[in-house]
Every structure is written in C-alpha cells, then in structure tokens.
C-alpha cells in the first residue's frame, strides 16, 4: 500500500485545539471525510468506529504518537489524517505521557493486507526523534505534508516481484521482535514461522566437561529464536536496510544473524 497516495493535504492539520481524546478523535474523522473518496461517509460513523477500536486498547503506543485507525463499511479507499497538538493531550497512552502527534488510518473492511502495511509503514516513520520534532514544529497544514511526504518517500519503492527465497533469523535479542514483525507486515512478508531454539553453549553448558565455562543465569541470556520467511528476492535489501535502520550494522550487532538461500523446491505455506 501506498502511503504516499494514501495521505492528502486536505486531511492535515497543524494546530489541533481539541481538548480532550474525544475531541481529537472527532477532529481525525472530519479531516477524512475531507478526502473526496471519504466525502460521503458521516464523519460520526468514523468517529464511532475510531472510539470502537480504542475500546480495545489504546493506540496511543508511547513516545508523544498515536496511530488511531478502523476498518468501515462503504469506503473504498484509504485515507490517512494528520493532526498535531503542540502541548499534547491525555490520550491514556501506554506510556501515560501526553500525546502531540496523531495520525489516522481509514480504509475498507476488505483489505487488511493494506491496513496493516500502512501501520508498519507510518510507525516505522514515526519512531525517528528527528523526524517527530520536525513534524510537531510544522507551522502550516502545508508544511506539515510536505514534511510528512518527505519521509514518506525516504521507503523503499514498490519493486517488481522475482524469485522467492528463503530468509533464516537467529534472533537472541528478544527486544527486536516487535520491530521485525513490524518490517515483516509493511513489506507484505506473510509466510513466516518462528520456532524456539537453543544456543549451542546452552547445550554445553549441561554437559559436565564443560561446567563453568558458560553463564546461562538470566533469562535474557537464554532467548534464541529462529525466523524463517519466504520471502520475495527484489525485497531481501530493503528488509535489511530497515532491519539495520533499528539496530545499526548488523557486522556489528551481536542480537541477530540474517542467512537467505535459495528455494529449490517450495509447495505449500510457511
């Protein structure tokens, strides 16, 4: 899906006064309806259906952002709204602290694929300090898309599809695990199995030759997973660089190891 098309001047606002979630989440449902795919839906059954989904938890994740979003019957197309608060509000984040920025997803029932992408693509944009300090000082609703819309080209391109491969992930960071589902979901990465693992010093630590040599104590020090994914080959680079974007160079990074073979033979789903 993409977000570049999916966001509209028309639906951004760099001045938000509402005063409370209620009122911010009535504000991001008029934003939308301004978009022409949107113009003949109430703008109450957007609200309904945002405050629906916050019934379910809040999508306040923390750091001064929320991503409130829904599925609704009769639209036809995505729709993403723009609203910042300069001091923030209470938005009962999960972090507890107030929230600045709000950016909301509207999109039809049928397509959760898109849905889902979206997410990834605008939390993963919205995790660079930089870019959130930049956004929040926006002085026009202008200024504030075009800020967005630069970053939002700084994505990978949509690529033609080629040959599909393997990926195998030796996860031992088990803080990474939500960033890469994240990844996984915003390139369209769906056929993934993750299978719990041993190290092999953890198997050596059992074996009485060998006692003393290795420290598994902590529950951190035990965490091994393997992730495989079949996975499109024109998409193996930008799945690193946003791998590495989060943890650095992964030369350097003792928390995951990437391998990709080929796939010789392949039937059925992961």
């Known amino acids: 899906m993409d977000l570049i098309q999916a966001i509209r001047l028309e639906c951004c606002e760099a001045d938000s006064r509402a005063r409370n979630k209620e009122e911010i989440l009535l504000e991001l449902a008029r934003l939308t309806t301004r978009a022409r795919v949107m113009d003949k839906i109430d ?23 929320a991503i409130p979003h829904c599925a609704l019957e009769g639209a036809t197309d995505f729709v993403v709204a723009v ?3 300069k001091r923030g509000i209470d938005f009962e984040a999960m972090d507890k602290k107030r929230v600045r920025i709000f950016v909301s997803i509207v999109g039809p029932t049928e ?19 930089n870019v959130k300090e930049t956004i929040v000082k926006a002085a026009t609703k202008i200024n504030l898309y ?9 994505e990978e ?37 993750i299978l719990d693992s041993q190290r092999m010093e953890s198997v ?46 992964l030369d350097y990074y003792s928390g995951l190891s990437i391998q990709v073979i080929e796939l010789y033979f392949s039937k059925g789903q992961l």
């Not at 397509?111 to 300090?129: G, N, V």
């Not at 195998?168 to 369209?188: K, N």
């Not at 965490?223 to 791998?243: P, Q």
Request: glycine share 8%; net charge negative; charged share 30%.
């Open 146 to 154: 075009e800020e967005f819309l630069s970053n939002a080209r700084l």
């Open 111 to 129: 397509d959760r694929t898109s849905h889902l992408q979206l997410l990834a693509q605008i939390s993963r944009i919205l995790k660079e300090p």
């Open 83 to 85: 609203a910042i608060h």
């Open 43 to 65: 703008p109450k059954d957007i609200y309904e259906a945002l405050r629906e989904r916050e019934g379910k938890g809040s999508t306040g994740f923390g750091a001064g952002v």
């Open 204 to 249: 050596l630590s059992t074996v009485p030759l060998f006692l003393g040599f290795f420290d598994f104590t902590s529950d951190r020090s035990r965490f091994n997973k393997v992730i495989m994914a079949k996975i499109d080959e024109t998409r193996i680079g930008a799945v690193v660089k946003a791998i590495e974007d989060i943890v650095g160079d």
């Open 157 to 193: 391109p949509e690529l033609k599809k080629g040959k599909a491969k393997l990926m195998l992930m030796v996860v031992r960071d088990p803080d990474i695990m939500d960033d890469l589902a994240g990844i996984f979901v915003e390139y369209g990465i769906q056929e993934v199995t």
